[in-house]
């Protein structure tokens, strides 16, 4: 399927340097005084998010290689111009798989409308979504594929959810300690379909059809874990 190792992108707080010959390229999107989006060279990681969600997708495919976009700096904190400039260069990359382990509270044109565009161009885009609460974005487009911590699945598992939460639930568990949760179920996912695309040597797309179909799990858990009864749309 792919000319040169597979290349999955990250869009989160960078990696650390145990991660370094992992990366395919790096960059950092940060605002400056006048609240417009600079690029940088710093990519690496102070908050230990962005290198626990990107093992959790290596720990599925080893041998892949990383795009590293980092819109968190001092906290878990960005905004969508950092996200909306962070996909572009996704694009601009050619790349084809995309973690957001993040969720923004406000539906802003800027993000929807460049994961329409990568969509449009068959890059599958993965976010994270809470277990219970309010819509988040890019998780809520119809574009993206939205995935949710599912205390049912094993690491190497997923779940069909197809909920208003979530269309599909995974791993809410880390390597280390730390960090858990829907953040890093969204990086089990995308390194459930890489790992997928690279076994059945299918493109992302064709092997996110076939996650739907082979799902360990179909259906919510029925326990408050899941939110069985929170009201959500996709926005279309």
Known sequence: MHDR????????????????????????FQLDKDGNVYRSADFLDKLNHGTQTAVAILSHLPQAQLCVAKVFSEGLATSALQVTSALEWMIEQDVKLVNMSLGLITDRASIRNVCEEASARGIVLVASSPAHGEAVYPASYASVTS????????????????????EFGACVQSKTRGIAGASIAAAHFTGL?????????????????????????????QTPWLGPNAQRRKHN
């Open 147 to 166: 995935v949710t911590g599912d205390a049912r699945c094993a690491e190497h598992q997923c779940s069909y959810l197809h909920s208003p939460q979530a």
């Open 5 to 28: 190792k597979p290349v999955i992108g990250i869009i989160d707080s960078g990696v650390d340097w145990s991660l370094l010959p992992r990366v395919y390229r790096g960059r950092g």
């Open 193 to 221: 379909i890489a790992n997928t695309a690279a076994v059945t040597n299918m493109d992302y797309c064709g092997a996110l059809a076939q996650l739907r179909q082979s799902a360990d799990i179909r259906g919510l858990d």
